[in-house]
């Protein structure tokens, strides 16, 4: 299962900016059931999660996205989008999206939660 991003891009603090991922096979014969996520990495730290849904419609968010990104699954087209908004510079990172099988749980440690297949990311850059 590969997985793409689009949607990465320079902007000035306070835009908005959209990422998509797509799953190059239906998420239907991948698993049943699953978890889309959001992830980000800033060169030199460690990668964090910015926000995940799962197959039930479930949406989970870091406390320092809640109110600003929104994460939704466009479940005819399979399509994962973040959807950003306010964004700082502090949001400044490389941002992949994940999928876990198998599994549509987003319990209070969601983002320790172990991803089995990655994008390769893509830059979003916010200027001050």
């Known amino acids: 299962v590969q997985l793409s991003e689009s949607g990465g891009d320079s902007v000035q603090a306070g835009q908005s900016l959209r990422l998509s991922c797509t799953a190059s096979?239906?998420?239907?014969?991948?698993?049943?059931?699953?978890?889309l996520g959001w992830f980000r990495q800033v060169a030199g730290k460690e990668r964090e999660a910015v926000a995940a849904?799962?197959?039930?419609?479930?949406?989970v968010y870091r406390p320092f996205v809640a109110g600003r990104f929104s994460i939704s699954l466009d479940s005819t087209k399979e399509i994962l989008h973040l959807q950003m908004t306010g964004l700082k510079p502090e949001d400044t990172a490389r941002y992949y999206c994940?999928?876990?099988?198998?599994?549509?749980?987003?319990?209070?440690?969601?983002?320790?939660?172990?991803?089995?297949?990655w994008g390769q990311g893509m830059q979003v850059t916010v200027a001050s």
């Open positions: 994940a999928l876990r099988t198998h599994s549509a749980a987003l319990g209070g440690a969601w983002e320790t939660y172990d991803f089995d297949y």
């Open positions: 096979k239906p998420l239907s014969e991948i698993s049943r059931l699953y978890t």
């Open positions: 849904i799962s197959s039930t419609g479930l949406a």
